[in-house]
């Protein structure tokens, strides 16, 4: 068990919508980090929010937001949904937000149909 | 533009031989390398690191070499176990400023036969 929380595990929703995918980080993690893995591909880098604040931003699409709570907890959002947005989507945290593994969770499926 | 790449998909060794996953990087601004294995249906796990600084990293049964002339790295696992059978990840970051993200190749899949 790697301490990061993510919900829901699965997501089955339609084109066009939107939603919101949840991460508790490790206790005492400040940095937070979301990643998206499609079919047969590595994982993707999304977005890293440090105590708060936005620190680095991967191949983010505009339809898709992110925040990081003062209780630390981080929110990915995901709206005009598409076909080609299945995937599956980890969040992982590390105490620091320079060098330091990654933990991540066991990441939320969402399909879009 | 792929970063990390790890160019054999999968790879099947015997319990009780060496495994070798191999891993190559273009960006001469990564400094920090990982590796992380995955089982379905679980997020990846962290097993070992190397800086730059070092050319050899060895935990247990787990050692990463790191080549940076050849912008190579490569994890062996000795003695290979059925547990071992698993996706295995190579990542490697650079720090920017105070921010860093890790780069993931996009998996070999190691099958360990008895």
């Known amino acids: 068990d790697s301490g990061v929380t993510q919900t829901p595990k699965h997501l089955i929703t339609a084109t066009g919508q939107r939603v919101t995918l949840r991460c508790s980080p490790r206790?005492?993690?400040?940095?937070v980090y979301w990643y998206q893995q499609s079919l047969d591909q590595g994982l993707q880098f999304l977005i890293q929010y440090y105590n708060g604040e936005e620190r680095a931003k991967g191949n983010i699409l505009e339809r898709f937001s992110a925040q990081q709570f003062p209780d630390l907890h981080s929110e990915l959002n995901l709206s005009s949904l598409e076909l080609g947005d299945s995937a599956l989507y980890f969040c992982?945290?590390?105490?620091?937000?320079?060098?330091?593994?990654?933990?991540f969770g066991n990441g939320t499926r969402l399909t879009v149909t | 533009d792929q970063q990390v790449k790890q160019n054999s998909p999968s790879l099947s060794v015997q319990e009780g031989r060496i495994s070798i996953l191999n891993c190559d990087y273009t960006n001469s601004m990564f400094d920090y390398f990982l590796w992380y294995k995955k089982y379905p249906a679980e997020g990846p796990t962290f097993l070992i690191s190397i800086s730059s600084i070092k050319d050899k990293n060895e935990d247990g049964r787990f050692t990463v070499f790191l080549n940076k002339s050849a912008k190579h790295l490569s994890l062996h696992i000795v003695p290979s176990q059925p547990g071992d059978s698993a996706v295995y990840f190579c990542?490697?970051?650079?720090?920017?400023?105070?921010?860093?993200?890790?780069?993931f190749g996009t998996g070999t899949r190691l099958q360990v036969t008895l």
């Open positions: 992982a945290s590390s105490s620091t937000a320079g060098y330091s593994p990654l933990h």
């Open positions: 206790s005492g993690d400040l940095s």
């Open positions: 990542a490697a970051s650079s720090l920017t400023g105070t921010a860093s993200k890790l780069t």
